[in-house]
């Protein structure tokens, strides 16, 4: 039997940490024996028995001296779930099995996201020649990638299934009355490329005065109080744009999007669009701006797509350097987006039933699933893995 160990975030409610887990769902599906790392932490999951032990190793620049033998990696295929940035601070300074990997320059599949076209990351750079292949979520980033790197480059999409929701009144548990719409982004992943603040001047257009029926919700976590004062700023004073910060259960956040009228997204890249793709599972319609990685599933049939015009980043933020090639979404057909989906419920259901349909169509962990495998196993039977004596 073919054996891969999944290296990820599992436990971090972060967008890589969320779909590290969506990969192992998928791979429950397959005929692999699948082992799970917690990546960061240093922790070993044996997958049968539910065991969580720690692993003690000590690294430091990549790790002693102990051969792949001592350390599990021979003979198995390594498939680590994170973008080489954190990978690299994994190996220097957390996890003596991935140090030893980078060290000994063991192939290994990395399944990275990119949401730029002009270039990739300095990091990525690093570890060519060491990792097998590449594994994006979108056609958009292989795309974007692919001219910059020496390796196959695979798509592989996230892997999205329904949730089972008890509670979806949001509003209700925040005592309010009506319906939302509903955003969510991780200041982590970049202030100007989730725009918030192109949303609110959206929904500012869809009401110029404020709703008494229809509330804006952005969920938010991982921003700054400057950040936040920008959000606030754009709003003003409205009562029906309401900011939420922090973290929420997994049955929250799910029932906070299943409970909305629709979910708005006008991103200026997307290297998938997890959150896009969570909402169109649960039937909620989606409004997004029709660029990049999202077009892998969303369509003008089962979705909003929001008109845009090519930007450039005019200066560096975070990873993403000045010049970096974008999308400015037309707020004025995002404004009509979000009016025609509060104005027809009838509309907003029958866009997000299509839209469920093709999400689950497209993307069920078992057709996912089987992706993976089929490129787990052409690795481990092609790729000079190295093994024991």
Same mark, same amino acid.
């Given at each position: 039997m073919v054996t891969v160990q999944v290296h990820g975030d599992f436990t971090h409610a972060t967008g890589l940490g969320v779909a590290a887990s969506r990969t192992l769902e998928a791979l429950a599906t397959t005929g692999l024996h699948v082992e799970p790392f917690e990546l960061a932490q240093g922790l070993t999951a044996t997958p049968h028995s539910g065991h969580i032990s720690t692993d003690k190793e000590s690294t430091e620049s990549f790790g002693a001296p102990e051969r792949l033998a001592a350390t599990g990696l021979d003979g198995t295929v390594q498939l680590i779930h994170t973008n080489p940035?954190?990978?690299?601070?994994?190996?220097?300074?957390?996890?003596?099995?991935?140090?030893?990997?980078?060290?000994?320059?063991?192939p290994f599949?990395?399944?990275?996201?990119?949401?730029? /076209?002009?270039?990739?990351?300095?990091?990525?750079?690093?570890?060519?020649g060491r990792v097998a292949e590449i594994w994006v979520p979108s056609h958009f980033v292989a795309r974007a990638v692919a001219h910059f790197v020496p390796c196959p480059v695979i798509c592989i999409p996230h892997p999205i299934k329904p949730r089972a929701i008890k509670d979806t009144d949001f509003l209700r548990r925040l005592g309010r009355q009506g319906c939302y719409f509903l955003s969510i982004f991780d200041g982590l992943s970049g202030f100007s490329r989730k725009n918030p603040l192109g949303l609110v001047r959206a929904w500012l257009m869809a009401f110029p005065k404020p709703s008494n029926n229809f509330t804006l919700i952005i969920k938010v976590k991982n921003i700054s109080a400057s950040q936040v004062n920008q959000i606030s700023g754009a709003a003003g004073d409205r009562p029906d744009i309401l900011i939420l910060r922090g973290l929420l259960s997994t049955e929250d956040l799910y029932g906070l999007i299943s409970g909305a009228r629709a979910y708005v997204s006008l991103h200026r890249s997307e290297g998938f669009g997890l959150t896009l793709a969570e909402a169109m599972a649960q039937g909620i319609p989606v409004i997004g701006t029709g660029y990049s990685g999202n077009l892998d599933f969303m369509t003008r049939e089962n979705s909003l797509l929001v008109d845009y015009k090519p930007t450039q980043l005019l200066n560096d933020e975070g990873y993403y350097k000045r010049g970096t090639q974008w999308a400015?979404?037309?707020? /004025?057909?995002?404004?009509?987006?979000?009016?025609?989906?509060?104005?027809?419920?009838?509309?907003?259901?029958?866009?997000? /039933?299509?839209?469920?349909?093709?999400?689950? /169509?497209?993307?069920?962990?078992?057709?996912?699933?089987?992706?993976?495998?089929?490129?787990?196993?052409?690795?481990?039977?092609y790729l000079r893995i190295p093994r024991k004596a």
């Open positions: 940035d954190h990978l690299l601070d994994c190996a220097r300074t957390n996890t003596g099995r991935v140090a030893a990997l980078i060290r000994e320059r063991y599949i990395g399944y990275w996201a990119w949401e730029a /076209e002009s270039g990739i990351p300095a990091s990525w750079e690093r570890l060519f400015e979404p037309v707020l /004025e057909n995002a404004a009509t987006h979000i009016l025609s989906l509060a104005n027809n419920p009838t509309l907003a259901a029958q866009i997000g /039933e299509k839209g469920r349909k093709a999400v689950l /169509e497209t993307l069920g962990p078992q057709r996912v699933g089987a992706m993976m495998e089929a490129r787990i196993r052409l690795v481990h039977k």
